[in-house]
């Protein structure tokens, strides 16, 4: 696991005077489960937005491997994208489709993929595998919160991306629900041998299943690196996450 899959180097990005991302170093090491953490309006989905090629940095450089993503145009990251899944914070489905439809979207449009019974066939089984069979025909408002966050995950993972990103993908969730999409999140890991980042509010759940963490505060890197390394962290607002996260576990 120590070969890093995603490396960036002093990342800025502002929006007019909003500095949200300041000189951000992060290295995500390959088949690992790497969560990003801190308060809300931090910078958290613009750091990925950026990495993704959504969002183009002012500065800093951005690696896949071995190739630098931060100096190709918009039409030559295109195919690096590819290796890219994104779940979205709010699971983003088309609510004009249906799970059937919203799933097989990324395999005609990127794919170009015609054949009917083969579409069908990587449908069926992506539900099948996040455990929720035979769902093709319902409507995404049909859905419960949990399906949605679910079915979201599958349409990230249906062009078999190396990287899937996780965009608080348990929030709005009860904690037995949450519970189930961070096991997805591991069976994505293990099972498929997918590089997972997640930007998450749940510490303990990070702490449980990320084997890194790198804590933005007001677009900086704090504290970066194991649950042991932040666990003993010396920062103030790296020991006051924590230790409210842990504290409000108890209550
Ligand atoms: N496209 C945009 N245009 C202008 N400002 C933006 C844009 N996207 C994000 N911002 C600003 O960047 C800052 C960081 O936003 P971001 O969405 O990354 O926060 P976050 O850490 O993901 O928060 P949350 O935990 O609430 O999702 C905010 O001040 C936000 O208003
Ligand atoms: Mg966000």
């Avoid at 940095?57 to 899944?85: N, Q, T, Y």
């Avoid at 035979?134 to 949990?146: N, Q, V």
Wanted: charged residues 25%.
């Amino acid at each position: 696991m120590s070969d890093i899959i995603i490396r960036t180097e002093k990342l800025s990005r502002s929006f007019g005077e909003n500095h949200v991302l300041r000189d951000v170093s992060i290295s995500i090491p390959e088949k690992a489960v790497y969560a990003v953490i801190g308060q809300s309006g931090t910078g958290k989905s613009v750091l990925i937005k950026t990495i993704i090629g959504m969002l183009r940095p002012d500065s800093g450089r951005i690696w896949f491997k071995d190739r630098e993503l931060s100096c190709l145009s918009s039409r030559e990251m295109a195919p690096v994208r590819r290796f890219f899944g994104y779940s979205f914070q709010n699971a983003a489905l088309f609510d004009s489709m249906n799970v059937g439809e919203n799933l097989a979207f990324p395999l005609v449009e990127v794919l170009g993929m015609k054949n009917q019974g083969e579409i069908r066939k990587k449908v069926a089984e992506l539900l099948d595998w996040i455990e929720l069979p035979g769902i093709e025909s319902k409507w995404p408002d049909e859905l419960s919160g949990g399906m949605r966050k679910r079915v979201g995950v599958a349409r990230a993972l249906i062009l078999n991306p190396e990287v899937l990103f996780f965009d608080e993908p348990t929030t709005g969730l009860d904690p037995v629900l949450a519970e189930t999409i961070n096991n997805l999140v591991v069976r994505v890991n293990k099972e498929l041998s997918i590089t997972c980042v997640m930007i998450t509010h749940d510490i303990p759940a990070a702490f449980r299943i990320a084997d890194k963490i790198a804590f933005l505060d007001q677009g900086y890197i704090i504290a970066q690196g194991s649950m042991t390394d932040l666990a003993v962290s010396d920062h103030p607002m790296v020991r006051d996450f924590i230790r409210i996260s842990f504290n409000e576990l108890k209550t």
